[in-house]
């Protein structure tokens, strides 16, 4: 099978490539070769018994998501967007690439394969973004698109297309909303969303983090690892089973501040722990308290997906994965 | 104040324009102007008291949405889409006039008021179809967008883009979702809902029509004069007490065919409703059975919105607007 992952040099895009290269198969199938794109040029994943092909490029660009799938995977990976503070501050460059990049992929998929019976996966990133509040303590499936960002927005309507051209047969999407992705491993981001793997990442690692909102701030987390497992079942489910509703907020766990710091005690002790200096930001605050906090992810849980359970499991994820076991 | 409606030769357009024409005024200021467009020529309001101009045109053609905002209309109504079953059977013709057509009137507008204090008020007819089953029996405002049609997506998409447009300060959006119009007047159309209206239009003015549901089936109804009320409105109501969720569900009647045929038999007598023949479609069954029944429209009420109460007002608002008072 053909794999093509758009957005491969990105933080979930290489480990997708990486667990790929390692297993050589997907839902059973041999992976015969795998391309990578993104605005820059993705790493070759270590170890692929496969040809792998890097492609950097300009998405929404007239041509480009033609040339993308000329060569028609089998599956396509969607995880290319510019994110949610940038997609803010830049209107013009969030909507190009966001919406009309995706409007773009969805055209040119529609038209390769328009003769094919056998259509494409395509898996589509969605964010827990699409929530606005207010909203209900935890969302349930239930509960649609109320987006208070640009970037929701985006996404919203990403969501809505993928469902519209999966249901007129033009090619077979999923869509999964992710939640926030913690730890997030590299450097310290400026996403002011990035404290919540800040507080764990840098104190496992023998660096000061600031933690700039109260204990009771809760969230909703899933671990890189979960993420790609995400896709990876995204990528081979029935799509029988998914019905019309084609879009999914994906399992994870709901923790407060304080229960993450209570974990983080537990996997590495007082030393880690009082590497976190508290200073309160109310403008981070206030961005934070407008934020899905809780979820109620029945029909993704029915469709087998999978996340952490415990803030100790996300965090000894990271340990293995991120730190080769070693606390600092 | 400039008025400019887009969609003005429709049958809620010019409805629409021969009340502000009536009325010579809208919330209380004076209209200096009234433009008039939509893909053929609209006819002239009578006894318009301002200068009437009409205008044709294609709507998503390039730079057209440019010239129709240039002076600078005081509120929009964005009434013109391809309807429901057209955009079902013509995909790329209904996102072209549906969502290419919104979004360009949207970038227009937003570039040629940049400079300017006051945003104009966009009044976008929005449509239950946002909502696809499996949905409550009673749809309140906390369901969102959940389409089972490319209409219903383009409409949901048109929605969220208006508050993203709105909550950045580019215009002063406002959505309402229209109920089914009863009693729609004209000729019987081809719309799979049109047999809400031909029951109670044809019998009342002498002819036969055919009911192709039972009597259990329950739906949404508001008047063509409901709806020039809503859009009234819409138009000037204060976009603060609406709040960051631009898009309402308007409010309207939900009544069974049966209650629909008793209100008929109260306004007509037996000869009106004898004049209606049975004749089940099981293709048409189907496709209603998968459409809102019922909502319950608490915030629109709440900020004034107001729409007939008993079918009865529903068939003598057809009987004064349409048949002069007579009955056949």
């Known amino acids: 099978m053909k794999i093509l992952i758009i ?7 290489r480990k997708l490539a990486e667990r790929l290269a390692k297993d050589g198969q997907l839902g059973g199938k041999t992976i015969n070769a795998l391309s990578l794109y993104d605005v820059v040029s993705a790493a070759v994943p270590t170890g692929a018994q496969f040809p792998v092909k890097i492609i950097a490029g300009d998405l929404p660009a007239k041509g480009e998501t033609d040339k993308l799938v000329a060569d028609k995977p089998d599956v396509i990976f969607h995880l290319a ?31 390769t394969y328009e003769k094919d019976a056998k259509k494409p996966r395509l898996v589509f990133t969605s964010s827990i973004a699409v929530f606005g509040a207010p ?6 499936d239930e509960f649609h698109h ?27 999407g999923v869509g999964i909303r992710l939640p926030t992705i913690c730890v ?73 501040i304080g229960q ?24 981070i605050q206030k961005i934070v308290a407008g934020w899905p906090r809780n979820l109620e992810t029945k029909r993704a849980e029915a469709l087998g997906f999978k996340a952490e359970k415990t803030f100790d499991e996300i965090l000894r994820v990271h340990v293995e994965d991120e730190l080769g076991g070693k606390i600092a």
């Not at 005690?265 to 722990?273: F, I, L, M, S």
């Open 7 to 13: 957005g491969g040099a990105g933080m979930v895009g």
């Open 135 to 140: 909203f209900p303590e935890r969302i349930g």
């Open 81 to 111: 967007a510019i994110v949610s503070g940038e997609a803010e501050q830049e209107f013009d460059k969030g909507y190009r690439i966001n919406l009309l990049g995706t409007q773009n992929l969805y055209e040119s998929v529609r038209h």
């Open 260 to 283: 993450q710091i209570d974990a983080l005690r537990r996997v590495g002790g007082d030393k880690v722990v009082n590497r976190i200096r508290r200073e309160p930001d109310p403008f």
């Open 184 to 256: 997030r491993p590299g450097k310290p981001n400026k996403a002011a969303s990035g404290f919540f793997s800040n507080i764990c990442r840098e104190p496992l690692a023998g660096q000061e983090a600031v933690l700039p909102v109260s204990d009771d701030v809760m969230h909703w987390h899933a671990s890189p690892r979960a993420a790609v497992g995400f896709l990876m079942h995204a990528a081979t489910i029935d799509g029988e089973t998914v019905g019309a509703r084609r879009n999914l907020s994906m399992p994870g766990l709901a923790v407060t």
């Open 146 to 172: 109320t987006p208070l960002t640009s970037y929701g927005t985006q996404k919203s309507i990403g969501e809505l297309l993928l469902a519209d051209y999966t249901r007129k047969g033009m090619f077979d």
